[in-house]
């Protein structure tokens, strides 16, 4: 239920937003795994003055706030999410190129436009990324990457937003980038970044190899969130998730790959309920057998 010193809020964003503002949003079609409840309210952002604004009525009425890029890494709650969740479309979706092989990527611009850019102007750099299905923000937040190397090696400057509205910026050294997170905190938004290539030779081919490994490894075309487990720092969660005799086990309908062990699948009406469970399933195994903790590499958006 809307409490009413929020009432004045929402109707305010309404009259900003108009359609692009909703009540009881589905958000499992937004997200890989299909997986997750409605969001008490859900807003599509075009531009930077609307994002300000969205923020300053949440912040002032007490309204929780969550940013979505693609939904690629996330396991979403079953139930009602309380709050609003705001995903960045229009402008933010934009690549721009230009000199010194460097371009300008909106925060919820597809990783991939950097990779098509990258190889229609033979610059080395973004193979790291391809294959990778999220936005350059939800990439930023989680320093994607796979073992050739990361996002956050490419990028030069970050453009942020406090949850105060207020606009900053940070070059890739303030980032505190590390395997899979960075440090600016989980109240900030991405804008947008500054990315540089470097000129290269054969760029496509390396591409296409790299895309090529990813299709022999890991289920592709079925409903997954990603890896699951972080890497432990010598070893692979995969490799110890099969060997523990994992691959195939399941709850519900949430299966761990058959082919990567680190993906669980979707099978098809599977529910937040059942994926969580199935991790601390894997989780108490592979303690068990190897002595590991696995750390969970999906964000879990829950009340
Ligand atoms: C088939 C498949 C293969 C994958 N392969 C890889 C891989 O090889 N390497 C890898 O690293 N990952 C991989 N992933 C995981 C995922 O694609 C990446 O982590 C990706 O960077 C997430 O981006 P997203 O836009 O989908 O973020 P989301 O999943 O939507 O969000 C992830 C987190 O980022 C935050 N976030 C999103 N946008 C913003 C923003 N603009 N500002 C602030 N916070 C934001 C969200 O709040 C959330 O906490 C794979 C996923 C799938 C489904």
């Given at each position: 239920?809307?409490?009413?010193?929020?009432?004045?809020?929402?109707?305010?964003?309404q009259?900003?937003?108009?359609?692009?503002?909703?009540t009881?949003?589905?958000l499992?079609?937004?997200?890989s795994?299909k997986?997750g409840g409605?969001?008490?309210?859900?807003?599509?952002?075009?531009?930077?003055?609307?994002l300000?604004?969205?923020l300053?009525?949440?912040?002032?009425?007490?309204?929780?706030?969550?940013?979505?890029?693609?939904?690629?890494n996330?396991?979403?709650?079953?139930?009602?999410?309380?709050g609003?969740?705001?995903?960045?479309?229009?402008?933010?979706?934009?690549?721009r190129?230009?000199?010194?092989?460097?371009?300008?990527?909106g925060?919820?611009?597809?990783l991939?436009?950097l990779v098509?850019?990258?190889?229609?102007?033979?610059?080395?750099?973004?193979e790291?990324?391809?294959?990778?299905?999220?936005?350059?923000g939800?990439?930023i937040?989680m320093?994607?990457g796979?073992?050739l190397?990361?996002?956050?090696?490419?990028?030069?400057?970050?453009?942020?937003?406090?949850?105060?509205?207020?606009?900053?910026?940070?070059k890739?050294?303030n980032?505190?980038?590390?395997?899979?997170?960075?440090?600016?905190?989980?109240?900030?938004?991405?804008?947008?970044?500054?990315?540089?290539?470097?000129?290269?030779?054969d760029v496509?081919?390396?591409v296409?190899a790299?895309?090529?490994?990813?299709?022999?490894?890991q289920?592709?075309g079925?409903k997954?969130?990603?890896?699951?487990f972080?890497n432990?720092?010598?070893?692979?969660?995969?490799?110890?998730?099969?060997?523990?005799?994992?691959?195939?086990?399941?709850c519900g309908?949430i299966?761990v790959?058959?082919?990567h062990g680190?993906?669980?699948?979707?099978?098809?009406?599977?529910?937040?309920s059942?994926?969580?469970?199935?991790?601390e399933?894997?989780?108490?195994k592979?303690?068990?057998?190897?002595?590991i903790d696995?750390?969970?590499?999906?964000?879990?958006?829950?009340?």
């Amino acid at each position: 239920m809307i409490m009413a010193s929020c009432i004045k809020g929402i109707n305010a964003l309404q009259g900003i937003l108009s359609s692009r503002f909703h009540t009881s949003y589905p958000l499992a079609p937004l997200t890989s795994l299909k997986i997750g409840g409605m969001a008490e309210f859900f807003a599509s952002i075009d531009n930077i003055g609307e994002l300000q604004k969205v923020l300053n009525i949440a912040v002032n009425d007490g309204i929780r706030w969550r940013v979505l890029g693609k939904g690629t890494n996330l396991v979403i709650h079953d139930g009602l999410l309380k709050g609003i969740v705001v995903q960045l479309s229009g402008g933010f979706k934009k690549i721009r190129g230009y000199e010194d092989n460097r371009f300008y990527m909106g925060g919820g611009c597809p990783l991939s436009f950097l990779v098509k850019d990258a190889i229609k102007a033979d610059l080395q750099g973004a193979e790291v990324i391809s294959g990778i299905p999220g936005t350059l923000g939800g990439g930023i937040m989680m320093n994607a990457g796979t073992r050739l190397g990361s996002l956050g090696d490419l990028v030069e400057e970050v453009d942020i937003l406090t949850k105060e509205g207020m606009m900053e910026k940070k070059k890739r050294q303030n980032m505190g980038f590390s395997y899979r997170g960075c440090q600016i905190g989980e109240d900030k938004i991405i804008l947008g970044a500054e990315m540089r290539l470097k000129p290269g030779s054969d760029v496509r081919e390396t591409v296409k190899a790299a895309i090529k490994k990813r299709h022999s490894t890991q289920p592709q075309g079925q409903k997954t969130a990603g890896c699951v487990f972080c890497n432990p720092e010598v070893d692979s969660a995969g490799r110890l998730i099969d060997e523990a005799g994992l691959k195939g086990c399941r709850c519900g309908q949430i299966e761990v790959s058959r082919k990567h062990g680190n993906f669980f699948v979707n099978l098809g009406g599977g529910t937040a309920s059942e994926f969580l469970r199935l991790m601390e399933i894997v989780q108490n195994k592979v303690y068990q057998v190897f002595g590991i903790d696995l750390k969970p590499e999906v964000r879990i958006w829950a009340n």
